[in-house]
């Protein structure tokens, strides 16, 4: 079922009747109830609204700025239409439905009721209760519900036909109900005016209006109903870029489907809606809002959060997205959004991958890198000797985050190749993994030949990833290195002490405590007091 905007006829029509419908509050407020002046306002308002209700019921939503019809406003650039709007916002009403039984007396009680205090209206339960309190049934408020209504009209008239009928019209009524062919024939008129009567309300309702009413509808016909009229209300907002509803779009949805007590039938139909709102323009509009500059950062964070519950539908539109931005922004909450889908993005992302555009490999190989997925590791191995400088560390900083036992034979590698460019950043990166089968390769650059101090940076690279690590085993080839002395002391000797002495405070090994008391005994203050230092920070025995 499509929805078409109404014709400006319908939206001037609509814009005399609310334009009478002031005129009647402000005439409530004025003249006392049994004024000729009131009945007069009153009959020209009903008169304005007939031609709304000559095809079925009119269905309106209140903003705060303006009311709407089918999603279109009424009077955009009128003030008094404003002022209402703005009236009825601020007594809680969202939706109003005028039924084709409309009459004087229902906008008279509505209009007598919307002008009182909101605090005397609480008390009594609401606007729609104090209708209901005087049978006034033409206007409904915050309810597009037909079942409901219905069964509140039956129970209200049969309160008032158990006061006022006679005990003949008693009787004559069961002998009607009794009548299976008269039974039969009522039922068949009640589906037949149920069906048009929905079939006109749902061509009339807002996105708004559908969105609240889904979670409440009980009836199975109408919740398939209601979803099916959702696709077209939704792009009809991607004309008017409005971000807000599309997104409460889909945060009902989500809402509907993890809900545990909704069946499988509805949860299939959802699924079914869900298809079809991911559609290409659908997702290229979520995605442009994403990257947008200008977007709120609340709106931004709700866009990620629901091109993330979409995963497999948004993956592609984000990838090749991500391709071909520009703007570094974007490219970061692109990056995000793939990284947050995780592990159903990597196919795609290992298929970019060919790419000649360095720039796009390297962001590829960052977003593989944080969701951590052991599957991309025998692509990320190669990349380590890339010609471009820029993709291979990259690579090993993804390496480091992914870990796992092809990681680090890949960045040993790396390590025994000799590849000046890669080395001190392929020793931090096994400090980073944490893994112990990488200590015996530290203590080795830790401890290699150096007599001209040249790989004193490099050293220094291995001791702190050894402390990193935490592993026991390196302890002793720390210990001889903390409590070493040159025959000659400089900078860099002293540094490789001192960073010795930090990574023990980090291992804590039991044996490594007497090492240290006796070095913060030591005559250089720089040496002592590392050592002074670190022996505060170690747990008592």
């Not at 009424?74 to 439905?97: D, E, T």
């Not at 206007?139 to 037909?146: A, F, R, T």
């Not at 509140?152 to 002998?175: D, H, P, Y």
């Not at 900078?491 to 490594?512: E, K, M, T, V």
């Amino acid at each position: 079922m499509t929805t078409e905007s109404p014709p400006q006829q319908s939206l001037d029509l609509a814009l005399a009747a609310l334009t009478r419908l002031i005129k009647l509050i402000k005439a409530v407020r004025f003249y006392p109830p049994e004024h000729p002046t009131l009945k007069l306002v009153g009959d020209e308002t009903l008169e304005a609204f007939r031609p709304l209700l000559q095809n079925g019921n009119l269905a309106v939503t209140v903003r705060k700025d303006g009311i709407l019809h089918q999603g279109e406003t009424i009077g955009r650039s009128h003030g008094g239409i404003r002022s209402l709007a703005h009236f009825l916002f601020a007594r809680r009403i969202q939706q109003l439905l005028f039924l084709p039984e409309l009459t004087v007396r229902d906008l008279m009680v509505f209009s007598r009721n919307v002008v009182r205090k909101t605090s005397d209206i609480q008390q009594q339960g609401g606007l729609q209760e104090a209708l209901l309190a005087e049978q006034a049934t033409g206007i409904w408020i915050n309810e597009i519900d037909l079942s409901v209504i219905r069964d509140v009209k039956q129970r209200l008239q049969q309160r008032e036909e158990a006061l006022s009928a006679g005990s003949e019209e008693t009787s004559e009524s069961e002998n009607k109900s009794d009548n299976p062919m008269l039974h039969q024939e009522g039922i068949a008129t009640e589906a037949c005016q149920e069906t048009a009567f929905d079939k006109h309300l749902l061509d009339q309702l807002s996105l708004e209006q559908v969105l609240v009413q889904l979670p409440r509808e009980a009836s199975e016909n109408r919740f398939r109903q209601l979803l099916g009229v959702l696709p077209d209300l939704v792009r009809r907002q991607l004309v008017n870029k409005d971000l807000t509803l599309v997104l409460q779009t889909y945060r009902t949805l989500a809402g509907l489907h993890g809900n545990r007590r909704i069946n499988q039938s509805r949860r299939s139909e959802i699924i079914k809606c869900l298809d079809l709102l991911t559609r290409p323009d659908i997702i290229a509009f979520l995605i442009e809002a994403l990257c947008n500059r200008t977007s709120a950062k609340n709106l931004r964070l709700q866009t990620m959060q629901t091109l993330i519950f979409l995963r497999y539908r948004t993956i592609l539109p984000l990838i090749e997205r991500l391709t071909e931005e520009n703007d570094p922004l974007a490219r970061k909450f692109l990056s995000t959004a793939l990284v947050e889908i995780g592990t159903p993005a990597v196919p795609d992302l290992l298929r970019i991958m060919t790419d000649e555009r360095w720039y796009v490999i390297r962001n590829i190989v960052a977003i593989l890198g944080q969701i951590g997925s052991q599957h991309a590791v025998p692509y990320l191995k190669p990349l380590l000797w890339h010609k471009d400088l820029r993709i291979a560390r990259e690579s090993v900083r993804a390496l480091a985050r992914i870990g796992g036992a092809q990681a680090l034979e890949a960045l040993l590698q790396l390590i025994d190749s000799g590849q000046q460019d890669l080395y001190p950043q392929a020793i931090i990166a096994l400090g980073i993994m944490r893994d112990p089968m990488a200590v015996s390769k530290l203590v080795g650059i830790m401890t290699c030949r150096d007599p001209f101090r040249k790989k004193t940076e490099m050293k220094i690279a291995a001791i702190k990833a050894l402390g990193r690590i935490g592993c026991i085993d390196a302890a002793p080839d720390l210990e001889r290195m903390a409590k070493r002395r040159f025959f000659w002391s400089d900078r860099r000797r002293a540094a490789l002490r001192i960073q010795a002495i930090a990574a023990l405070g980090q291992i804590r090994a039991p044996a490594s405590r007497p090492v240290l008391e006796t070095i913060s005994q030591e005559r250089d203050q720089r040496i002592a007091q590392c050592a002074a230092r670190t022996l505060k920070l170690w747990p008592d025995r």
